[in-house]
Structures are given as C-alpha cells and as structure tokens.
C-alpha cells in the first residue's frame, strides 16, 4: 500500500511563489511514477507534471515558464514549485502515482492520464 501527502499549498498574491510537496509512504520500493494534477472550482483535472523511472520529472507547456518539478529520491518526495502565480492557478493541487508502473511521465503530460493512488490535495488560492 502507497500513501501520499501534500503540503504547500495556501493563499498568495499575484506574482507570489509556492512550494508543494508530495511525500510517499509505505511500500515505496517500486514507487517510480509520482504526478501532480490540479481542478481548479467548476473545471476538470489536469495533469501538470510527472516523473517516472526513465524519465526526469517535467511539467506541462503551459506552465513550464513558471512552474518546475523535481524528485528527492531519497525521500520519495516530488515537489512542484509554482512560481509567478496567477488568479487562474487557483486550484486544489493533487499528487497521484501508479505502484509498479515503470512508465508513465508522456501520457500523463501528454494525454492527462490518470494514476492509481491519489492524496487529498493541497489547496492554492491566489488572489489579484
């Protein structure tokens, strides 16, 4: 069994910066496919950055000129700072991953694919 924790989220400005962590628990031996999603209010969920075991994490066009992913595999932890926020980042921030998958960073980015395991999220509220 993999839990997942986020922490980092809360209410900036506009232009502000965050720091989300994703901290894995339990059987994280073949933990190698970790993602963050976000649903901003009345939208669907979006991919916006994953990592797996091929592959260094990377984060969605559309955010890649503010936001960075990066892994501490010692701490099985996947982090997503989130710089240059904008009102339209207001969203509730979830981590996701797929226990024993091997490859999943390009379909996750790509086609928004959904993992196994999922926390509860971590809420961003920017305000203008």
């Known amino acids: 069994q993999v839990y997942l924790v986020e922490s980092g989220g809360g209410s900036v400005q506009a232009g502000g910066s965050l720091r989300l962590s994703c901290a894995a628990s339990?059987?994280?031996?073949?933990?190698?496919?970790v993602a963050w999603f976000r649903q901003p209010p009345g939208k669907e969920r979006e991919a916006i950055a994953a990592?797996?075991?091929?592959?260094?994490?990377d984060v969605v066009d559309s955010v890649r000129d503010r936001f960075t992913a990066s892994k501490d595999n010692a701490k099985t932890i996947l982090y997503l700072q989130l710089n240059n926020l904008k009102p339209e980042d207001t969203a509730m921030y979830y981590c996701?991953?797929?226990?024993?998958?091997?490859?999943?960073?390009?379909?996750?980015?790509?086609?928004?694919?959904?993992?196994?395991?999922w926390g509860q999220g971590t809420l961003v509220t920017v305000s203008t």
């Open positions: 990592v797996d075991y091929y592959k260094a994490p």
């Open positions: 339990g059987y994280t031996a073949s933990l190698h496919c």
């Open positions: 996701a991953a797929e226990p024993g998958a091997r490859v999943c960073r390009d379909d996750v980015l790509r086609f928004n694919r959904s993992l196994e395991v």
